[in-house]
């Protein structure tokens, strides 16, 4: 780490990119560190960015992590949500209990269909959200349990699933996790390496990935916040430090 800045802190940093250029769509984010981040982002290079209050409101101010919104620019309900899914009007940073080489990702079952070890969440909106709008991925603890060869169930739909007329906004991101930040610009839009962590090796990502990891010739490290940035997540948007409670 430099200066201070955690590991938390990184990956704050590299959610709040994944949304860079995205210009007037609806950050949707899924879990805390990548809610700071998508708030980050509109506090300072993307502030067209439309965030809610985690309900069915739009919020016009930029509220701290557990806070209400204090200016409501918007009514969001679910059936206007589900509308923003349909047109790609909104990009999404999802979870993934597992996710292969090609995107493929699995938040329902851990085992066998028919009788699985595991039930975990369902398969929820996963499918809708991979194939209808841009789509990044959010991964608090990089392991082999999570980065497999072969994803038990596909819920989120990987790369090479969707062709023709239903491939056309299919649009896999960017996945941040608690040691780098990975893309899809492999070989057949593989996994790619992008950067790692400061503090973090690339050899420790490969040894906590279960395929082959595409890695480029040289691999940077995600960088670092700025003064402006790290005052706004610290004593703005999480002044109760509960980025520290999902990356140890």
């Known amino acids: 780490m430099t200066d201070g800045i ?21 950050a949707a984010a899924m879990g805390t560190v990548p809610t700071i981040g998508a708030r980050l982002a509109k506090l300072t290079f993307a502030p067209d960015l439309l965030i809610t209050d ?50 493929n990702q699995n938040i329902s079952a851990i085992g066998d269909w028919p009788r699985p070890a595991r039930q975990l969440l369902g398969v ?7 194939a209808n709008n841009p789509t990044s991925y959010w991964i608090p603890r990089h392991s082999r349990r999570v980065f497999v060869d072969r994803v038990d169930l596909v819920c ?20 941040v996790t608690d040691l780098a930040v990975l893309d899809f610009g492999g ?28 890695l480029p010739r040289q691999t940077p490290a995600t960088r670092d916040p700025s003064a402006e940035e790290l005052r ?3 004593d703005v948007l999480d002044p109760r430090g509960a980025r520290d409670r999902e990356v140890r």
Not at 191 to 210: N, Y
């Open 156 to 175: 989120g739909v990987g790369q090479h699933r969707l062709s023709g007329a239903a491939a056309r906004f299919h649009d896999l991101r960017r996945i």
């Open 6 to 26: 955690t590991r938390a802190e990184y990956c704050v940093i590299a959610c709040a990119e994944a949304w860079r250029g995205d210009g007037e769509v609806l």
């Open 187 to 214: 070989p057949g839009r593989a996994i790619r390496l992008v950067s790692v962590h400061p503090g973090v090796s690339v050899d420790q990502v490969v040894e906590a990935t279960g395929f082959p990891l595409f």
């Open 54 to 103: 985690g309900e069915a409101l739009l919020s016009a101010d930029v509220p701290a992590l557990g806070a209400t919104p204090t200016a409501v620019e918007g009514w969001l309900p679910y059936r206007r949500h589900l509308d923003l899914v349909a047109r790609g009007h909104r990009h999404v940073m999802m979870g993934a209990s597992q996710l292969d080489r090609y995107g």
């Open 124 to 130: 929820r909106g996963a499918p809708g959200n991979t």
């Open 232 to 234: 706004l997540i610290r």
